[in-house]
């Protein structure tokens, strides 16, 4: 089992930054990627951002790109999410997970992430 419990949403204007943390625990070392997906009112759950294992490399969304940046510290086993520029369309609950399954590449799907954490909110305001 592994466990993640996300932190560092809030409430920003326009233009905005904030940077979540995922702290992860457990059978941490069965995990090949890591990821950050969000999810607004109505709308599916989409990847955001996913890193492989060691951090070698990193994936975006469209939308994100330029904007955000993920990282993870293996000394302390978090995943980051520095997000800059924030617009009012990324208002969503961010969630962090983390999936078994890598292979050179880190899915953005949602059914390929076995593990979740509870949700940090982010609200942007314009």
């Known amino acids: 089992q592994v466990q993640l419990v996300e932190s560092g949403g809030g409430s920003v204007q326009a233009g905005g930054s904030l940077r979540l943390s995922c702290a992860a625990s457990?059978?941490?070392?069965?995990?090949?990627?890591m990821g950050w997906f969000r999810q607004a009112p109505g709308k599916e759950r989409e990847g955001v951002a996913r890193i492989s294992h060691r951090g070698t490399r990193a994936y975006y969304v469209d939308s994100a790109k330029g904007r955000f940046t993920i990282s993870q510290d293996d000394a302390e086993n978090t995943l980051y999410l520095q997000m800059n520029s924030l617009k009012p369309e990324d208002t969503a609950m961010y969630y962090c997970?983390?999936?078994?399954?890598?292979?050179?590449?880190?899915?953005?799907?949602?059914?390929?992430?076995?593990?979740w954490g509870q949700g940090t909110q982010v609200t942007v305001s314009s």
């Open positions: 457990g059978y941490i070392h069965s995990v090949n990627c």
């Open positions: 997970a983390a999936a078994w399954a890598g292979g050179g590449y880190c899915s953005a799907s949602v059914a390929d992430y076995n593990y």
